[in-house]
């Protein structure tokens, strides 16, 4: 019995200091959070060989604002980039991926949300996945960070 009092009187003495100022450095607890995300719309549905719009927001924390960025998309299989804004830096035929960009002045929430249009095959039939990731440097190391939002599109259903 003693030593349950003794447990429970331990925790309740961590638990109060904890809430009288306990912060997530004490705890060695810390929450990363990106100097750059992004987040993918995508439509619901495709035409077989009609373009779809794909828009990449781009955030980016201003006191903490790399001075480069690279972003790269990977495409389903098959499906061609019909035009993108901005341009595309670098396309990867082998991987079927685009790359754009960003560095000094550039890199800014503003100007670096990227519209692109695609194309799938004429004989498309699936659902498909697009997957894609920023890279940067923080604190001259290495970053990279998974786009976020829509990965798959299926379809239209034809009637």
């Given at each position: 019995m003693?030593?349950?009092?003794?447990?429970?009187?331990?925790?309740t003495f961590v638990?109060?200091?904890?809430?009288?100022?306990?912060?997530?450095?004490?705890?060695?607890v810390?929450?990363q959070?990106s100097?750059?995300?992004?987040k993918?719309?995508l439509?619901?549905?495709?035409?077989?060989?009609?373009?779809?719009?794909?828009?990449?927001?781009?955030?980016?924390?201003?006191?903490?604002?790399?001075?480069?960025?690279?972003?790269?998309?990977?495409?389903?299989a098959g499906?061609?980039i019909?035009?993108a804004?901005?341009?595309?830096?670098?396309?990867?035929?082998?991987?079927?991926a685009?790359?754009?960009?960003?560095?000094?002045?550039?890199?800014?929430a503003?100007?670096?949300?990227?519209?692109?249009y695609?194309?799938?095959?004429?004989?498309?039939?699936e659902k498909?996945?697009?997957?894609g990731?920023?890279?940067?440097?923080?604190?001259?190391?290495?970053v990279?960070?998974?786009?976020k939002?829509?990965?798959?599109?299926?379809?239209?259903?034809i009637?």
């Open positions: 003693k030593t349950k009092n003794v447990s429970y009187l331990f925790l638990l109060l200091v904890c809430i009288s100022g306990c912060t997530a450095e004490h705890l060695s810390q929450a959070v100097a750059v995300s992004a993918r719309s439509p619901k549905t495709y035409m077989p060989s009609e373009p779809a719009k794909v828009i990449l927001d781009i955030d980016v924390l201003p006191d903490k604002a790399p001075n480069g960025v690279v972003i790269q998309e990977n495409l389903p499906w061609k019909l035009s804004s901005p341009q595309i830096a670098k396309f990867d035929e082998g991987k079927n685009a790359s754009w960009i960003f560095f000094g002045a550039q890199v800014n503003e100007e670096m949300d990227i519209t692109y695609v194309v799938s095959p004429e004989d498309a039939i498909v996945s697009f997957l990731q920023l890279f940067y440097n923080e604190n001259k190391k290495p990279d960070v998974k786009i939002g829509d990965e798959l599109i299926k379809p239209a259903a009637l």
